[in-house]
């Protein structure tokens, strides 16, 4: 198992990792290990945009839109 060292950590920080271990029942060791695991433990799978973007506004419901009115092509344009 690998080690690690931080310096230069604010007072307020190591309070706060203080407070938090001690409700958790945990050495302040263990709960930084703890924090460390949850946010950096396990690769994020790549998100899919379209299903992100769909979760997102699921909850808002679907629209239908009226597609837009169509007219003949335009002739292609003459260069010479």
């Known amino acids: 198992m690998a080690s690690i060292t931080i310096r230069n950590l604010d007072d ?11 409700e958790h029942g945990r ?3 263990q709960e930084a290990r703890e924090i460390l695991r949850q946010v950096v433990g396990q690769p994020n799978a790549p998100r ?3 299903r992100a973007i769909h979760a997102r506004f699921a909850a808002a419901g679907g629209i ?5 009115s169509r007219g003949p092509m335009r002739s ?3 260069f010479d």
């Open 48 to 50: 899919n945009l379209g």
């Open 12 to 22: 307020d920080v190591k309070r706060r990792l203080r407070v938090r271990a001690a």
């Open 27 to 29: 050495s302040m060791e």
């Open 64 to 68: 239908d839109l009226v597609p837009p």
């Open 76 to 78: 292609t344009p003459d």
